[in-house]
């Protein structure tokens, strides 16, 4: 299946109509509409503390997001980030538990990643074995992911003194800020590099002409010699690590807590957040860090929207829908 | 205990069916809206939210049975602006489904715990009063007959045969002077508006409670479960009582304290991964699904 990406005129224009109608929403809802968009966009951009914090709430979000944009390369409409998010998270948190001192790292990359590729490798196999819908296979993935994680954080893997978390990282394998005071860490340009890397996969490997190839056409494909389904099993692995890359991160690469919360709240909804930045980003690896880092201010500025303006933070979740919406009415298919 | 299992898998089929019969009228006239659990969430609030509003803030009397039903009826009405929306994009603008039920999907979950907390000022949970509850097996009973209506309109009627028409050959339905694309909106409002009800009877009826995460899934089930059904509403009975089985199971076996909570939690996902990896190879969508009509 072909999906058509948005031009920038039709971005600014999903992004007038969005916000347009979130004023509306706010006007019902009995909230000040100036106030709660100044300081979601402005705020985050007049202090470089705000500023570097929406970088680093970026970096998951472009991370997925480049899950999703190698999906729709390949023609699949990898909904899984969500869950593989959990699995590099809890891999992480793994790594802590079973070892101490900076060994944790790198033992945290490994198995975060790992986890989150045999993660997706069953809906990809599903898929190529019995066609079975990328979109309700990832999903159901997600669903078991949350439960499978929740529990472990909750029993092996709990920490005695803080029942909300899950063990901490030892001090020593932590990845802590680069400026001192915020909360930007190794974590941010890890995860550029990472958009960077899949751009280049993209354009100058093999396999990236591959994916691109059986996800545009793929019946002209296999008359080239690709096989469809190893690009499908290539664009699944590979948006695996970008998503299991993200939920590792934040938990070395996230102060303050530098674990995993109980409840997941600190990787909840990114796996979705990058559909929305993949979207915006129009599934380009230099769009999707753009979109992240849009997003990121939105999110930052959440919190100042919610203590400046009394708006509830979920209202940016609300323009962001809302955006995707206004988006997808102007994608026509040729 | 398992005469009850079976009362609870019933009552657990209930939104999957409804949604899943919705969505096979839908995608039998050719249009995919994967925006089920997305609706669902907004049925969820739109009903409590809505009598509240009446109840406190308007002050309207209104007898007592008759509340839960405008509950219903006002999670219908959010489904049916929605199923505009998708449907509009889906037809007339010919935009892409998959995105715009995404979009559905996103939008709703950020506008129900917005909702939570802009109206009732509580993070994302809310107690149903018992005066906007519906009995659940009155519900349960709708969805059955209405799987039955929606098979016989389907299979039997003439207007059957022109839903069918649109989703399967979409320009030998035109030639035959059907309003394809009026067809399409109309199917795609009728399946929004389930999906919406769907949810309305979780938040009133059976778990009353609204949350922001209330749909846990359920969407996506439905879809997979118009997939096990073959598109055909007689079938998704079957399919929607054998998920709402494993779906009360995972309840059913925490009570009987068999298991971790989050293992048996886990029973309704990898049972609709597993069975649709099993009828895959049979299903038989229609033909035009998904592809939006123009005309030469």
């Keep these: ?334 | 205990m398992i005469d009850l299992l079976l009362l609870q898998a019933l009552l657990a089929a209930t939104p999957i069916l409804l949604a899943a019969v919705g969505e096979i009228l839908t995608e039998r006239s050719g249009v995919v809206n994967i925006g089920l659990e997305g609706l669902m969430l907004l049925g969820a609030l739109a009903g409590p939210l809505f009598v509240d509003y009446l109840k406190y803030k308007v002050g309207a009397q209104v007898p007592d049975p008759l509340w839960p039903l405008l509950a219903i009826l006002a999670s219908a009405f959010v489904g049916i602006v929605v199923g505009l929306v998708h449907g509009y994009i889906s037809t007339y603008l010919a935009g892409d489904q998959i995105i715009s039920g995404v979009a559905i999907n996103l939008f709703a979950a950020g506008a129900v715990a917005y909702g939570i907390q802009a109206y009732w000022g509580v993070a994302g949970y809310k107690q149903v009063p018992d005066w906007a509850k519906a009995d659940p097996y009155v519900v349960a009973t709708f969805a059955l007959a209405l799987a039955v209506f929606t098979w016989f309109l389907l299979f039997k009627t003439r207007l059957g045969i022109v839903i069918r028409a649109c989703g399967e050959d979409p320009e030998s339905a035109f030639n035959m002077g059907v309003d394809v694309n009026k067809v399409r909106l109309l199917a795609t409002v009728a399946g929004s508006a389930l999906a919406a009800v769907a949810g309305a009877y979780l938040s009133i009826a059976y778990l009353s409670v609204v949350t922001k995460e209330i749909s846990a899934g359920r969407g996506f089930i439905a879809l997979a479960n118009v997939v096990f059904a073959n598109w055909n509403p007689l079938l998704a009975i079957a399919g929607a009582y054998i998920f709402g089985f494993f779906d009360a199971l995972s309840y059913w076996l925490q009570t009987m304290g068999v298991g971790r909570y989050e293992i048996t939690r886990m029973v309704p996902y990898v049972a609709t991964l597993l069975i649709v990896a099993g009828v895959m190879g049979r299903a038989k969508p229609p033909r035009a699904l998904g592809k939006p009509f123009k005309r030469e």
């Excluded at chain 1, 109509?17 to 300081?39: C, E």
């Design chain 1, 1 to 334: 299946m072909r999906f058509q990406t948005a031009s920038a005129v039709n971005i600014a224009a999903a992004l007038v109509m969005a916000f347009a109608v979130g004023t509306a929403l706010m006007w019902i809802s009995g909230y000040d509409p100036l106030s709660s968009y100044s300081a979601m966009l402005i705020t985050p951009l007049s202090d470089w503390v705000y500023f570097l914090s929406a970088l680093a709430f970026s970096a998951p979000m472009a991370l997925t997001g480049l899950t999703f944009s190698l999906g729709l390369r390949a023609g699949l409409f990898n909904i899984g980030a969500e869950g593989q998010v959990y699995m590099g998270a809890l891999g992480a948190v793994a790594a802590a538990y079973l070892l101490g001192g900076p060994a944790v790292l790198p033992l945290a990359f490994a198995m975060g990643l790992i986890l989150a590729v045999l993660w997706s490798s069953v809906p990809a196999v599903l898929k190529i074995w019995r066609g079975v819908n990328e979109v309700i296979s990832t999903i159901m993935m997600n669903w078991v992911a949350y439960w499978v994680t929740i529990m472990a954080v909750s029993t092996a893997f709990a920490n005695p003194l803080q029942p909300e978390e899950s063990v901490k990282v030892p001090e020593p394998a932590r990845l802590t800020p680069l400026v001192p005071g915020t909360d930007f860490t190794a974590a941010v340009p890890i995860a550029y590099a990472a958009a960077f890397l899949v751009l280049i996969f993209l354009k100058y490997s093999v396999w990236g002409y591959r994916i691109s190839v059986s996800g545009y056409n793929p019946i002209a494909a296999k008359s080239y010699g690709i096989k469809p389904e190893r690009a499908v099993l290539v664009a699944f692995a590979l948006g695996s690590v970008t998503a299991g890359l993200a939920g590792v991160l934040q938990v070395v690469a996230r102060p303050p807590s530098y674990s995993l919360a109980r409840n997941l709240a600190n990787v909840y909804g990114l796996g979705f957040d990058g559909i929305t930045a993949a979207m915006l980003g129009r599934g380009h690896p230099v769009g999707v860090v753009l979109a992240s880092i849009f997003l990121g201010i939105m999110q930052e500025g959440a919190r100042h929207m919610q203590i400046e303006a009394g708006t509830p933070y979920e209202f940016v979740k609300v323009i962001q829908g809302l955006i995707i919406l206004f988006l997808a009415l102007q994608l026509l298919r040729k």
